[in-house]
C-alpha cells in the first residue's frame, strides 16, 4: 500500500496561518496609528519654563483644528492665544505635565522641566567691582540687576543694598539703603569719597518675577583711583 506523507501540507498551513496572523497584526498596528494622530507641543523661546513669566508654547495635534484641541498644564495656568499658541504660566520649581486633548483621541501628556529665574548680576553702571575713578560715581543713580545672556524681555529689581566707605586711617561707615537708587545718604557719602578709599556694596537684596521673596545677590568692591 503506498502511503502519503501529509508533513509538507502541514507545513505550508502553518505559513498560510503566520502570513495571516502578520497581516491581521500590521492591519490593527495602522488602524492604531490613524487613530493617535502625532501631537508636537515646542516651547518657543527656550527648552523650559521658568516660574512668574510667560513661556510661550506651540501646540499641534496631526489632523485636528487647532480650535478643537484642548491643552491644559499641571500646577500652572495656560492662556490660548489661538492658532495653536499659548502662554504658559507656572507657579512652583519641579517638572510639570502639558496634557493636549481633542474628542475622541486619548490624551498626550508631555513633560516639562520648570526653574526659578537665575541669579542675576549686580551692576552700578556697567561695572561690578574694580578700580575707578571718583567722578565714576556722580553720573550713577542706582544699583541693579541683570540677568546676563537671558533673552527674555523680564526683570529683576534691587529692593536695598548696604554700602559702606573705608577711608584710610578712618573708622568704616556704613549706610543701609532701601530700593535700588541711592538714598540722600549715600549720595553724601559718595561726594566725600577720596583716591584710594574703598566703596563696598553688600547684602544686595534683589526680587525677580516669579520670587516670592528678595534673594540676596553678588557683592561689589571698588577702589577708587
Not at 490613524?34 to 527656550?46: F, L, N, R
Not at 529683576?156 to 540722600?184: H, L, R, W
Request: charged share 25%; with cysteine; hydrophobic share 40%.
Amino acid at each position: 500500500m503506498k502511503k502519503f506523507n501529509r508533513l509538507p501540507q502541514f507545513g505550508n498551513m502553518s505559513i498560510m496561518l503566520f502570513s495571516i496572523l502578520f497581516l491581521l497584526t500590521l492591519f490593527a498596528f495602522s488602524k492604531a496609528l490613524k487613530s493617535t494622530p502625532t501631537v508636537s507641543v515646542s516651547a518657543d523661546k527656550m527648552n523650559l519654563f521658568y516660574i512668574g513669566i510667560d513661556n510661550p508654547i506651540t501646540v499641534a495635534m496631526a489632523g485636528i483644528p487647532a480650535e478643537k484641541v484642548k491643552v491644559s498644564c499641571e500646577d500652572g495656568e495656560i492662556e490660548d492665544l489661538g492658532n495653536g499658541h499659548y502662554n504658559v504660566r507656572i507657579k512652583t520649581v519641579g517638572n510639570k505635565i502639558i496634557k493636549v486633548e481633542a474628542d475622541g483621541i486619548a490624551p498626550k501628556e508631555i513633560e516639562y522641566r520648570v526653574k526659578r529665574i537665575p541669579d542675576p548680576m549686580s551692576k552700578i553702571g556697567f561695572l561690578s567691582g574694580g578700580a575707578v575713578s571718583i567722578g565714576y560715581f556722580e553720573h550713577q543713580k542706582k544699583v541693579t540687576a541683570h540677568l546676563i545672556g537671558w533673552p527674555i524681555e523680564e526683570k529683576c529689581v534691587v529692593q536695598g543694598f548696604a554700602m559702606t566707605i573705608q577711608s584710610k586711617g578712618s573708622d568704616p561707615v556704613e549706610v543701609i539703603n532701601e530700593g535700588e537708587y541711592f538714598n540722600t545718604t549715600s549720595l553724601s557719602l559718595l561726594e566725600m569719597i577720596r583716591s584710594n578709599d574703598v566703596v563696598y556694596f553688600d547684602n544686595i537684596k534683589c526680587k525677580c518675577p516669579g520670587d516670592p521673596a528678595s534673594r540676596k545677590i553678588n557683592s561689589m568692591v571698588f577702589k577708587m583711583r
